[in-house]
C-alpha cells in the first residue's frame, strides 16, 4: 500500500495516469487491510503484540498520509481530515510501541522496522505542503530527524551485535535505507529557509545506506516469500523521491549537480521493478492454498 502510493508520486512527472493507477491499487490494498481488521480483530490484537507486525503497522498510517494527497484534489477538506486522522493515529501508535517495547527493550527484539514507528512520521513533512501545514511539517520533520539519530545507533549496535535471526525477518533490512531519505525529502518539503550542508549531509546519509542495502538486496531475494518483501517497496522508492528533490532543490538554490539526474534514473528504475516484483510475488500467494498461507503467516510472526 505505501509502496504503491510512494510510486505514483515518484512516477507522477512521467505520467499522471500512471500515478492514478498506483494510486488505485494503494486505495484497494488500504480497503484490504482494513477488511482485515474489521473481520479478524482478535488476530490484528494478537499481531500488535510482536514488535515486528506492530511497527510495521505504521506504514498504514503512512500511506493514508500520501493517499490524502492523491484524494486533496478532489475531496478537499475530506482530505484534510484523513491527513490529520493519519497523523494521529500515527501518533497513538508511537505512544503505544514506546510503552509495549521500548520501556523494557529487548535487544534481540529490535529491527529496523523500528524506524517505520519513529521516523515514519516525517511523511507527514513530505506531504504538509498540500495541506497548507508547513509548519506541522517542520515540527514533525524535526522529532523525525531526531529519532534517526538515535535508532541509527540502536538499530546498527542491534544488527552488529545479534547477527543470527530468523530469515523471514531478514528481509526488513532494507528498511535501512529508508528513514534518511525520507527525512531529507520531509526537510526540502517542509523546512525554511532550507541550508546546503544539511541537504548535504542526509543526501550523503541516505546514499551510503542505500550502498549498503543494495549490496545486501541480491541475498534477500533469493529467499522464498515472506511479508516482510514488502520492504522491497517504499525503501527505495523514497530514497528515489528524496534524490529526486535534492536535485531539483539545489538546482533551485544555485547549486546544481547535473550528475543527480543519472542517479535519479537508476534509483527510480530500481525502486518501480521492486515495488511491481514485491506486488506480483504478493498475488501469488494469495492465491496459493489457504494452509500454504496460514504457515508463512505464523513462521513469520514467530
Known sequence: MLGMAALGNLLQSYSEGVRLVCGAIAA?????????????????????????????????????MLLAGYAKPYLNSGADIIWYAAIVLHIVLIVYFTAKFMV??????????????????VVASVTAPAFGRTGTGTVLFWFGFAALLVLLALVTYRYMKYKNMPEPVQPLFCIYTAPAS????GYIQSV????????????????????????????????????????????FVITAIGMKMTAACL????????????????????AAVLTIYALIRYIASVCRQPGEQKAAHVETTT
Not at 525520507?182 to 525529502?185: F, H, V
Not at 547549486?255 to 530500481?270: A, D, G, H
Open 28 to 64: 484497494v490494498t488500504g480497503l484490504l487491510v482494513l477488511l482485515k481488521v474489521i473481520l479478524y480483530p482478535k488476530q490484528f490484537a494478537e499481531d500488535m503484540k510482536n514488535p515486528v507486525t506492530a511497527s510495521v503497522s505504521g506504514t498504514f498510517t503512512m500511506a493514508l
Open 251 to 270: 538546482a533551485n538554490m544555485g547549486t546544481p549537480l547535473p550528475f543527480l539526474n543519472y542517479v535519479v534514473l537508476i534509483e527510480t528504475i530500481i
Open 104 to 121: 523494557h527493550l529487548d535487544m534481540t527484539k529490535v529491527f529496523a522496522s523500528y524506524y517505520i514507528v519513529y521516523v515514519g512520521i
Open 182 to 185: 525520507l527525512c531529507l525529502a
Open 192 to 235: 525554511q529557509p532550507k541550508s546546503v550542508v544539511m541537504i548535504s549531509f542526509l543526501a550523503i546519509l541516505s546514499t551510503l545506506i542505500y550502498l549498503v542495502v543494495l549490496v545486501r538486496l541480491p541475498a534477500f531475494l533469493k529467499m522464498r516469500f515472506y511479508p516482510s518483501y514488502a520492504a522491497f517497496t517504499f525503501p
